[in-house]
Nanobody, 121 residues
Framework: QVQLIESGGGLVQAGDSLRLSCAAS?????VGWFRQAPGKERGFVAR????????YYADSVKGRFTISRDSAKNTVYLQMNSLIPEDTAVYYC?????????????????WGQGTQVTVSS
């Protein structure tokens, strides 16, 4: 069983940065970040492989967001720079027991409770 706890969300202005953390307990799996804005479906943001050697990003965040992991702390981070109002959403981290990259949220096995990110213009 894996438990995931997100932190680091908040209210920022456009152009600011935030770093989200996803602290995990249990086995180490690939981890993805997703986000969901009001009235929209949950969408893929980024993913990092179990070993940290492979990362993947949605086109909308490529070049602005960076996913990383600290194996010693069993924590995955999402560094978000140059934030824009369109980044406003609840951000979730999720663990995938599989090893094949996927952007499908239904393929992920464990989810955190989410953290709110609000970007004002």
């Amino acid at each position: 069983q894996v438990q995931l706890i997100e932190s680091g969300g908040g209210l920022v202005q456009a152009g600011d940065s935030l770093r989200l953390s996803c602290a995990a307990s249990g086995p180490t799996y690939a981890v993805g970040w997703f986000r969901q804005a009001p009235g929209k479906e949950r969408g893929f943001v980024a993913r990092i492989s179990r070993g940290g050697g492979n990362t993947y990003y949605a086109d909308s965040v490529k070049g602005r967001f960076t996913i990383s992991r600290d194996s010693a702390k069993n924590t995955v981070y999402l560094q978000m720079n140059s934030l824009i109002p369109e980044d406003t959403a609840v951000y979730y981290c999720a663990a995938d027991r599989g090893v094949v990259h996927t952007t499908n949220p239904y393929a992920y096995d464990y989810w955190g409770q989410g953290t709110q990110v609000t970007v004002s213009s």
